[in-house]
Nanobody, 123 residues
Framework: QVQLVESGGGLVLPGGSLGLSCAAS????????VAWFRQAPRKEREGVSA???????YYAAPAKGRFTISRDNANNTIFLQMSGLKPEDTAVYYC?????????????????WGQGTRVTVSS
């Protein structure tokens, strides 16, 4: 059974850093594009970053220069390292996967989803 399990969320001060992880299982991880999405309270879910099987990456404008996506195929894990965090980064962060090498960040393009991990940026 396909599983994506996020971890690493929590409370962080503005300007701080936080690393998220997503453990994947039940599908051929090495061949899939994986991505991070987020959904703030009462907001639409939005794409944050994606990385494909070849290591190509995409960052949405709010993430570029502050967030770094990476993957560890040996351990079927995806990471999102976040720095310079702002209150507007507060959201539930979701890991997702798709059987395609293209770096899509639309929610409808992804078949597999995790349950999310909550990130709160506040003083």
């Amino acid at each position: 059974q396909v599983q994506l399990v996020e971890s690493g969320g929590g409370l962080v001060l503005p300007g701080g850093s936080l690393g998220l992880s997503c453990a994947a299982s039940g599908f051929p991880f090495d061949y899939y594009t994986v991505a991070w999405f987020r959904q703030a309270p009462r907001k639409e879910r939005e794409g944050v970053s994606a990385i494909n099987n070849n290591g190509a990456t995409y960052y949405a404008a709010p993430a570029k220069g502050r967030f770094t996506i990476s993957r560890d195929n040996a351990n079927n894990t995806i990471f999102l390292q976040m720095s310079g965090l702002k209150p507007e980064d507060t959201a539930v962060y979701y890991c997702a996967a798709r059987d395609d090498e293209r770096l899509a960040i639309g929610t409808s393009e992804y078949a597999y989803w995790g349950q999310g991990t909550r990130v709160t940026v506040s003083s």
